[in-house]
């Protein structure tokens, strides 16, 4: 009798133990398979410095390991739809419509928003201090041949500033347009040196003010609105894709954790957030 006691008890710990393990095993996160999750990005969250805070935090919490290719918007998009990238991270909604069209992207959600605004030369040849019409400063611009530094690279910045001048119906050529071929932080500084104007988003203008000799002299013009997007790369339509690795990260970025940090990005060092977050609202709510 005692060794079948015994015997009972013994089976009824090694029950426990078991579903105790079991329980243990379910909660740990399970280790990604595919690690690397290649990121296209305009670079405005790279050069800000956002992606250098958010990449460690989703790293940790994952386990996937992220390469940001901060190309601009424009190619990011083209990596996107020749399946070049697992997830993209971009500000040119009307450009990132067609990719969702044509089932090369998906699960594509709103992120945060900031803004553009027109910098120059504090001496302000062109006159345009203070005007809250972006189309009228760029008119003024034209018409007197101050130098404009353009990215000239198919960037969201560059597509905001083609559209811009599209609305003044004028056509940027001559010696006063250079187009640099390059990122933010590249075409502000050629700028700077310049003495010219050029477009840009506000996060990066803040991260390299104390570098540049250029002041925002425009801003607040509902046109210079610049909102931001992540989406997936379509996994059915391109196989090499990372579909678990480009799903977590959509799904990171809308996440509490990570509008929080979006959130509060910047606000030590400036004195005012570089982005707003977004998730869970319409374009139309930032109208």
């Known amino acids: 009798m005692k060794k079948v006691r015994f015997v009972s008890g013994l089976l009824a710990v090694l029950l426990v133990f078991g579903l ?18 290649i990121l296209a990005t305009t670079t405005s969250t790279y050069d800000s410095g956002l992606l250098d805070v958010l990449i460690p935090v989703f790293e940790e919490q ?23 990238a697992d997830v993209l991270l971009v500000h040119a909604p009307d450009a990132e419509i067609p990719l969702v069209e044509n089932k090369s992207a998906i699960n594509r959600k709103l992120v945060m928003h900031n803004d553009f605004v027109v910098v120059g030369p504090s001496g302000d040849p062109a006159g345009i201090k203070g005007l809250n019409d972006v189309a009228e400063a760029f008119k003024s611009i034209y018409e007197k041949q101050c130098l404009f530094i353009s990215r ?27 187009e640099a071929g390059a990122g933010m932080g590249q075409t502000l500084k050629i700028a700077s040196e310049k003495n010219g104007y050029t477009l840009t988003d506000r996060a990066t203008y803040l991260s390299l003010k104390e570098n540049l000799a250029l002041e925002i002299l425009v801003e607040g013009d ?5 909102i931001y997007h992540v989406m997936q790369v379509n996994p059915e339509k391109f196989d090499k894709v990372n579909a678990d690795g480009g799903k977590a990260f959509v799904d990171f970025m809308v996440s509490e954790k990570a ?27 930032l109208k």
């Open 259 to 285: 509008q929080k940090i979006i959130k509060d990005f910047g606000k030590d060092k400036y004195g005012q957030p570089l982005f707003f977050p977004d998730a869970g609202k319409s374009e139309d709510q």
């Open 152 to 178: 000239g690279d198919d960037s969201g910045t560059h597509k905001k500033e083609k559209a811009i001048w599209g609305k003044t119906g004028l056509t940027p050529q001559g010696k006063f347009y250079q």
């Open 222 to 226: 509902p046109m210079l609105m610049n």
């Open 62 to 84: 994952t386990g996937y390991m992220v390469k940001p290719i901060a190309v601009g918007t424009g190619k990011a998009l083209k990596m996107g739809d020749n399946g070049e």
């Open 20 to 37: 105790l393990v079991g329980c243990s095993h379910t909660q740990q996160p399970q280790a990604p398979v595919k690690k690397e999750v």
